[in-house]
């Protein structure tokens, strides 16, 4: 495909998406709260031993455990990255 069958907002938008990859957020030097994280991972064990494991469910507590590893480490301003690199 040649450029020029691509709208300038569509280049534009492409532009603005890889200098967004570029940007790599900086891990904090001290964890944060670490309450969040041992939380998610107490309630999915609780969860898999519990009478009402079901494997449909378990990728909620998998969710939770992601997004608080994530904020943990990389801060709770990780989501505006990624939702900027995901939109752009």
């Known amino acids: 495909m040649s450029l020029t069958e691509y709208t300038d907002e569509q280049l534009e938008k492409e532009l603005a998406r890889r200098k967004a990859k570029k940007t790599i957020p ?3 030097s001290e964890p944060l709260n670490t309450l969040p994280i041992k939380g998610a991972c107490k309630e999915y064990i609780e969860f898999l031993y519990s009478d009402d494991y079901h ?3 378990s990728d909620n507590y998998q969710n939770q455990i992601f997004k608080a590893a ?3 480490v990389y801060g709770y301003d990780v989501w505006d990255y990624v939702i900027e690199v995901i939109s752009s």
Do not use: A, C, N, R
Request: net charge negative.
């Open 70 to 72: 994530l904020e943990m």
């Open 26 to 28: 900086p891990m904090i």
């Open 55 to 57: 494997e449909d469910e």
